[in-house]
């Protein structure tokens, strides 16, 4: 007598509604992976300075002036700032502002103004921590006929702000 020898096939494998959930989850997690690596693992701040335009610069009278920010290419906060100002070409200081005290008005740190010079910084959003595009700084006791000019400089990757170079004329 023969023997049929039988194979029972089983099938192998899982069921669609499980493969279907995995495939799912694999691309909830890959998606999550890229987006911390565009953000930068967290947000951290560039390692590169911002760039900026200024809005307006310019006299306002014989001894005043103003300086209008523009947009930064990523949030700046005031602290991290520090103005250069040259006086006909000869170092005049700098001009910090402090830290935020959600006040829109601060006077500023001049260090070696000369005859006196100060500055004010108006926020139109100081709860917000940055500069925004629009808020300026007021400048009283500049000379007569004089250049200025003015640079901003990044404390955080100490560096210059590419764009931040200005001057203007008082008459």
């Given at each position: 007598?023969?023997?049929?020898?039988?194979?029972?096939?089983?099938?192998?494998?899982?069921?669609?509604?499980?493969?279907?959930?995995?495939?799912?989850?694999?691309?909830?997690?890959?998606?999550?992976?890229?987006?911390?690596?565009?953000?930068?693992?967290?947000?951290?701040?560039?390692?590169?300075?911002?760039?900026?335009?200024?809005?307006?610069?310019?006299?306002?009278?014989?001894?005043?002036?103003?300086?209008?920010?523009?947009?930064?290419?990523?949030?700046?906060?005031?602290?991290?700032?520090?103005?250069?100002?040259?006086?006909?070409?000869?170092?005049?200081?700098?001009?910090?502002?402090?830290?935020?005290?959600?006040?829109?008005?601060?006077?500023?740190?001049?260090?070696?103004?000369?005859?006196?010079a100060s500055a004010?910084?108006?926020?139109?959003?100081?709860?917000?921590a940055k500069i925004?595009?629009?808020?300026?700084i007021e400048l009283?006791?500049?000379?007569?006929?004089?250049?200025?000019?003015?640079?901003?400089?990044?404390?955080?990757?100490?560096?210059?702000?590419?764009?931040?170079?200005?001057?203007?004329?008082?008459?």
């Open positions: 007598m023969k023997k049929i020898w039988s194979v029972r096939k089983e099938k192998e494998g899982v069921s669609p509604v499980i493969a279907t959930i995995l495939m799912v989850a694999i691309t909830v997690v890959l998606a999550a992976v890229l987006y911390v690596m565009v953000i930068q693992f967290g947000g951290d701040r560039p390692d590169f300075p911002p760039t900026t335009a200024w809005n307006d610069v310019g006299a306002q009278s014989t001894t005043e002036g103003k300086l209008v920010f523009g947009m930064f290419s990523y949030d700046v906060a005031p602290i991290e700032i520090r103005i250069h100002v040259k006086a006909n070409g000869s170092d005049a200081g700098i001009i910090t502002i402090p830290s935020n005290t959600a006040s829109s008005s601060q006077s500023l740190t001049w260090t070696n103004a000369s005859n006196g004010i910084y108006y926020d139109y959003n100081p709860s917000g925004n595009q629009g808020d300026y009283d006791g500049l000379l007569p006929g004089t250049t200025y000019s003015f640079e901003l400089y990044h404390t955080v990757t100490e560096s210059i702000v590419t764009g931040s170079a200005t001057d203007f004329s008082t008459p």
